[in-house]
């Protein structure tokens, strides 16, 4: 019974934490768009 709830507060808290990073990365993205740059593998670069 516990290792049920266990699972299932598990996968919830992953699918909040995905949901939480796909909204902070639309936010960066459109900021970057407004600023005229982006984000890079080896960070920001302005265009």
């Given at each position: 019974m516990l290792q049920q709830q266990i699972q299932e507060f598990g996968r919830v808290a992953r699918?909040?934490?995905h949901s939480?990073?796909?909204r902070d990365g639309?936010?960066?993205?459109r900021?970057?768009?407004r600023?005229?740059?982006?984000q890079?593998?080896?960070?920001?670069?302005?265009?």
């Open positions: 699918l909040e934490h939480m990073r796909v639309a936010l960066a993205r900021r970057s768009a600023i005229g740059c982006e890079t593998k080896k960070g920001w670069r302005l265009f």
